[in-house]
């Protein structure tokens, strides 16, 4: 199993970056998928999800109107377009997998992920 996040880097205030998670060694279309971020000194925190149809989202507040996931089920691929970025958004972002139903309530939360991928750095800074 691996999920590959990419696509990070340093961005202005104001930009936008495209990450991407690149799946393998599951059955992607079977699993809801979540970005996480983690700032030095702060919990992970959940940033988006997307079910494993690609039909409902969900997104933490702060991210709402900026952010964008999608998914590509055929490449096994998830992306989070992120526009109007600030230095808060600053983080490390993780991309991982569930199996279990995504509900409103839970979307974020850690432990009912199955995998992990390793992080991608973004820092937004002028």
């Known amino acids: 199993v691996q999920l590959q996040a990419s696509g990070g880097g340093l961005v202005q205030p104001g930009g936008s970056l495209r990450l991407s998670c690149a799946a393998s060694?599951?059955?992607?279309?079977?699993?809801?998928i979540g970005w996480f971020r983690q700032a030095p000194g702060k919990e992970r925190e959940g940033v988006s999800c997307i079910s494993s149809s690609g039909d409902f989202t969900h997104y933490e507040d702060s991210v709402k109107g900026r952010f964008t996931i999608s998914r590509d089920n055929a490449e096994n691929m998830v992306y989070l377009q992120m526009n109007s970025l600030k230095p808060e958004d600053t983080a490390v972002y993780y991309c991982?997998?569930?199996?279990?139903?995504?509900?409103?309530?839970?979307?974020?939360?850690?432990?009912?992920?199955?995998?992990w991928g390793q992080g991608t750095q973004v820092t937004v800074s002028s």
């Open positions: 060694g599951f059955n992607f279309d079977d699993y809801a």
């Open positions: 991982a997998a569930r199996s279990s139903p995504l509900y409103v309530g839970t979307w974020a939360v850690k432990t009912q992920y199955n995998y």
